[in-house]
């Protein structure tokens, strides 16, 4: 890892809707913060049972397999992101309608503990990609259209979109 991960992305970095998750990751290399949430996430949700997975707290609201399934795909989308920031690859993404992901993945098709290996692999690739990164990568700055315009800021955003959502699953759960 190297020193130019370290610290939080300034405001030049990202949307201001994004810092409504990079200010809820704590202090440290968030590449750590961000190994240590995967196993963190498998061993509180694997205390669920199918029904907890199941419950939603009102309707039309997403329940604890929705929710982690679209954590893993916003972990997807972001790390081709970060991907394409990284690799100076100059061609703006496409936007995403998470709603849309989440209204076709069938999550709640699925056991909870599938779609927690899933988020756990997606998150253990993003981790090993960025411990792969070199100083110019992680200084390397997208655009200024672009939502997030640097690695550090799409890791900052990936590890406190996670606490955003792992936090309301738990409030959901009285956990």
């Known amino acids: 890892m190297h020193d130019s991960s370290s610290g939080r992305p300034g405001a030049d970095e990202g949307q201001p809707y994004y810092f409504g998750y990079i200010k809820?990751?704590?202090?440290?290399?968030?590449?750590?913060?961000?190994e240590r949430q995967i196993a963190e996430d498998a061993a509180y949700l694997g205390t669920f049972t199918p029904q907890q997975a199941l419950r939603r707290e009102a309707p039309g609201e997403w329940n604890?397999?929705?929710?982690?399934?679209?954590?893993?795909d916003v972990e997807r989308v972001f790390s081709y992101r970060a991907l394409r920031i990284a690799r100076a690859d100059p061609v703006m993404w496409t936007k995403v309608e998470f709603e849309q992901?989440?209204?076709?993945?069938?999550?709640?098709e699925r056991p909870l503990a599938d779609i927690v290996a899933e988020l756990t692999a997606v998150r253990a690739a993003f981790v090993a990609f960025l411990r792969g990164l070199d100083a110019a990568a992680w200084l390397r700055r997208a655009p200024d259209d672009w939502?997030?315009?640097?690695?550090?800021?799409?890791?900052?955003?990936?590890?406190?979109h996670e606490?955003?959502?792992?936090?309301?699953?738990?409030?959901?759960?009285?956990?």
């Open 163 to 175: 606490l955003h959502h792992l936090a309301d699953i738990r409030r959901q759960h009285g956990g």
């Open 24 to 34: 809820l990751v704590p202090d440290g290399h968030v590449v750590d913060t961000l």
């Open 147 to 160: 939502t997030l315009r640097s690695v550090r800021a799409i890791a900052y955003c990936v590890a406190g």
């Open 101 to 108: 992901y989440a209204a076709a993945a069938s999550f709640g």
């Open 64 to 72: 604890a397999l929705e929710i982690v399934g679209h954590v893993a």
